[in-house]
């Protein structure tokens, strides 16, 4: 990890707008207030390859209230919602 | 002695190619497409090694991990893991990787080593990956993971050759002894861990160049913009509607000539009586009419094909799916539903993505409410006939734009059928997550498209020459016999089975603008939709006599008011008229209660719309 990322704050992947891009910090999926428990929301997501260390970057927002977002993340393109991104920390 | 048949799985995650690699080696013709979530059932195919081993390969829906979490994945799993009962385990797993996005599929055949399977790592979509110059170490990548690997172009003449002559070196050399299965579901730990392992492997093996598609970028920046992308998708199926009616015209006008013709000609040629009415009414003027209708039917088939190979699909359900979610559905839920424009069929089968039951669910309810390809007969005809083909701005085809409007209601219909389920019977909803990958776009393969085309042609007309033949060997026996009284002046057909039934009908359907002739068509009509359009006109053929040589339109356009053609209309909009979706809806809920309320439902929405549009058409002075 570059000192570049160490200074930027913390934040979720949930509320990043278009064109954030960053590195996975880690997952936290308390109180997201997604459907699914917590640990398969968990599962999920590193299924799709969000795990530590991965680079995101937010390319595509929808037009309901920004919702959901396509998101890079390495070398696929993935399209979530942001309630389930929220519990991707980024920065 | 000869080797027993061997028994090979095609797995790995979603549209990394095992359904064009399974094609590729039984020369089997399964559905291919550009999105996640093709292939939803199992399907076996046969093929022979160069060295004459006698294989078997299983396709298998496309997944992550060996969890299960939706009925597609179980589907996967039980295979792999022989839990489907007297199952034989699969002797050799093809793990198939998208070569150009590997870290899924590693992670995936990490998970796949525990099962104990003999396994060979299958790099697809090699072209691809040499294209934009990813280079991959195959030699350190067997040695860190332990397993053969090979690459493979499965849409190429050729492309399998290496994996072929792999698998006839593995399969001579295969233990006898199965190897011990340790494989349970992965903590979240492990995954992660899994994951981690997966990635130092690939960055040891893999070379890549950071250089995503730009083609796939450049799109998207339009396709996926918040306002300019919804106006594509718009404009994507205005412009469908519109070719369904105006591009179809040329080629469905040579088909009526045609059968045209051939009436003449049988008139010409035999002698009155049944046999001539037999042709001419039932199956000219009755499975003739249906058959017309084919170069409709290809149109709506090549814009939803080429979308699904092009990689739009994806991209369409991202953009709808908080508007779905605002009726209460689930976001994987918007491609069966698109792919119910085809049919409800497959669309209710690709429900099978869905992981919660009760959004499954409710898909399945309301896909029967898009407008399938079978309708698309009995719009036409009512349109052609009562609607005038003039031009509306200019350069909108009235005729199309009624059309787009049905289109419109059915989704529309769907929407609040899903919203009111929401409302009433799910009380304690919370919005299903919605994750979904979005794969680079391709150009379509002309190859794919012809074969998707020609099977669906192939089937339409297989349907005519079973189904609505029988049915229509059935309307036109009731509509001829029994045969009127001898020196009796009233038509012949009034004295027919057909005319007691319709009428005894008609006093249920008179509300809705129905007449006796109506009520018969529907009937069979509940086998297929387009039976009605046959069914219509064989009971007018005969009932005109030998002087209706006119086009069944033109026999509508004199028979019906223009409020009984628009009840007719809204009835079709709604009304379960298929009895094969019925069958498929009770085998995928597993229950015949849901068949039922899917039914009476359907069937309450249609009377309730066909009653509106009648009595509103008649006060507006169009009865
Ligand atoms: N260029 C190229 N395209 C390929 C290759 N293999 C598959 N494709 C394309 O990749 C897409 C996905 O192929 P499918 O065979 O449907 O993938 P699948 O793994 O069966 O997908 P699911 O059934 O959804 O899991 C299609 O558009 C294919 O035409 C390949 O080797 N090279
Ligand atoms: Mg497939």
């Known amino acids: ?91 | 002695m000869e080797a027993p048949l061997l028994h090979l799985a095609l797995v790995g995650t979603p549209n990394s190619g095992k359904t064009s690699l399974f094609n590729a080696l039984t020369g089997s013709r399964q559905k291919v497409a550009n999105y996640p979530g093709v292939t939803v059932e199992r399907k076996e195919g046969f093929f022979v090694t160069p060295l004459g081993r006698q294989v078997s390969v299983v396709d298998l829906p496309g997944t992550y991990s060996l969890r299960g979490r939706s009925p597609d994945e179980e589907i996967t799993r039980d295979f792999v893991l022989g839990k489907a009962s007297g199952e034989i385990v699969p002797d050799l797993v093809l793990c198939v990787a998208d070569s150009t996005n590997l870290r899924l599929t590693i992670r995936l055949l990490l998970e796949l080593k525990r099962t104990g399977r003999p396994m060979i790592l299958v790099l697809n979509m090699f072209d691809i990956a040499s294209r934009r110059g990813i280079t991959v170490d195959v030699e350190r990548l067997v040695k860190e993971l332990g397993v053969p690997v090979v690459t493979s172009i499965a849409v190429r003449k050729g492309g399998t050759a290496d994996l072929l002559a792999l698998t006839d070196e593995i399969s001579a050399k295969l233990a006898a002894e199965p190897q011990e299965n340790s494989w349970r579901a992965l903590s979240v730990s492990e995954l992660r861990a899994t994951q981690r392992e997966a990635d130092r492997i690939i960055a040891d093996c893999v070379s890549l160049p950071a250089r995503p598609d730009t083609w796939t970028a450049r799109i998207d920046a339009v396709v996926l913009h918040p306002v300019g992308g919804l106006i594509v998708l718009a404009l994507i199926l205005f412009v469908m509607f519109q070719a369904v009616f105006a591009w179809a015209q040329p080629a469905m006008d040579l088909l009526k000539s045609g059968f045209d013709a051939l009436g003449e000609l049988v008139k010409a040629t035999l002698p009155d009586g049944l046999l001539q009415s037999f042709l001419q009414d039932g199956v000219i003027s009755g499975v003739g009419s249906v058959i017309v209708f084919l170069p409709q039917i290809i149109l709506i088939f090549l814009f939803i094909l080429l979308l699904e190979d092009f990689g739009y699909m994806a991209r369409a359900a991202f953009l709808m799916d908080r508007i779905m979610g605002g009726a209460g559905l689930h976001g994987r839920a918007f491609i069966p539903l698109l792919s119910s424009f085809a049919c409800a069929i497959p669309g209710i089968m690709a429900t099978r993505v869905i992981d919660n039951k009760r959004d499954r669910l409710t898909t399945i309810l309301i896909a029967p409410l898009m407008t399938c390809s079978a309708r698309i007969p009995v719009y036409t005809l009512i349109i052609s006939a009562f609607i005038p083909a003039k031009d509306v701005w200019g350069f909108i085809n009235l005729q199309g734009l009624v059309m787009f409007g049905l289109y419109v209601t059915g989704i529309v219909s769907a929407l609040a059928v899903s919203f009111v389920i929401k409302f009433f019977m799910i009380r304690d909803y919370a919005p299903a997550p919605f994750m979904l990958e979005l794969p680079d776009y391709k150009l379509p393969r002309l190859k794919s498209i012809a074969i998707g085309i020609y099977t669906r042609a192939k089937m339409f007309l297989q349907r005519a020459g079973t189904t609505i033949f029988s049915m229509m060997v059935l309307i036109w026996f009731l509509a001829s016999f029994p045969q009127p009284p001898a020196g009796s002046t009233e038509p012949a057909i009034d004295f027919s089975l057909a005319a007691i039934i319709g009428k005894a009908l008609e006093p249920l359907l008179a509300p809705v603008g129905f007449n006796w002739q109506i009520a018969v068509a529907l009937i069979p009509g509940m086998a297929a939709r387009e039976v009605a359009v046959a069914a219509l006109g064989t009971v007018y053929s005969i009932e005109g006599g030998k002087e209706a040589a006119e086009q069944i339109g033109q026999v509508l356009a004199t028979k019906w008011s223009l409020a009984t053609a628009l009840s007719m209309l809204a009835w079709y909009i709604f009304a379960p008229q298929c009895a094969s979706t019925l069958a498929v809806i009770r085998r995928e809920t597993g229950s015949w209660g849901w068949m039922a309320v899917t039914f009476t439902y359907m069937l309450v929405l249609a009377y309730a719309a066909s009653l509106v549009t009648y009595n509103v058409a008649v006060a507006l002075g169009a009865g």
């Open chain 1, 1 to 91: 990890m570059t000192d570049h990322d160490e200074k930027r704050p913390h934040m979720p992947l949930g509320l990043a707008l278009r064109g954030y891009t960053g590195v996975i910090q880690h997952l936290s999926t308390k109180d997201t207030g997604s459907a699914l428990s917590d640990i398969e929301l968990e599962s999920r997501l590193i299924e799709l390859g969000f795990v530590e260390g991965a680079r995101v970057e937010v390319l595509h927002e929808g037009l309901v209230g920004r919702d959901p977002i396509a998101v890079r993340v390495d070398s696929i393109t993935i399209a979530v919602r942001r309630r389930e991104a929220m519990a991707i920390i980024v920065a």
